[in-house]
């Protein structure tokens, strides 16, 4: 198992190149907009952020960029409350998920191959053909509950 805060993307263009995208502005905005707001992000907040840098993006483009960052792991969804950040280990294999402090805010991702053999077990025993989990704890962080 393994925890770890928000990643530090060293070049937006490497990341787009090793999962085979295009680099192109509205996927650099995306990707920088979920970086630097450094908390999972709404894409309402993503188009915001562009807004403020002086660039555009509309709704329709945020929404299908964030889907093919998720089809490809580089982006996570929040089940509670439906927003989205960057994996911040997508070279890690496992199931990955989340810690989700309901007193600050504060989320923290986490990867376990073991949770993932689990659940895969889980859901192998019902006949149930899984393509992706997403696991959520939801609780209070070490600092809040001290
Ligand atoms: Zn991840
Ligand atoms: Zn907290």
């Known amino acids: 198992m ?3 805060n928000f990643p530090m993307i060293t070049s937006l263009r490497t990341t787009l190149k090793e999962h085979g995208l295009k680099d192109t502005q509205p996927r650099r905005f995306v990707l920088q907009a979920l970086e630097k707001l450094k908390k999972p ?3 309402y907040d993503i188009q915001k952020w562009v807004d403020a840098k002086g660039g555009s993006i509309n ?3 945020v929404y299908r960029i964030i889907e093919t960052f998720m089809r490809i792991g580089l982006v996570h969804r929040h089940p509670c409350d439906g927003h989205f950040s960057l994996c911040s280990m997508p070279h890690k294999k496992g199931h990955h998920g989340f810690l989700h402090c309901t007193s600050c805010g504060k989320t923290q991702e986490f990867h376990d191959e073991q949770l993932c053999k689990a659940e895969e077990r889980v859901a192998r025993t019902l006949k ?3 393509s992706t989990h997403v696991s959520e704890i939801l609780g209070t962080c070490a600092a809040c509950a001290a």
């Open 41 to 43: 992000a709404s894409p």
């Open 2 to 4: 393994g925890i770890s």
């Open 59 to 61: 709704a329709v483009t």
């Open 128 to 130: 149930f053909r899984s």
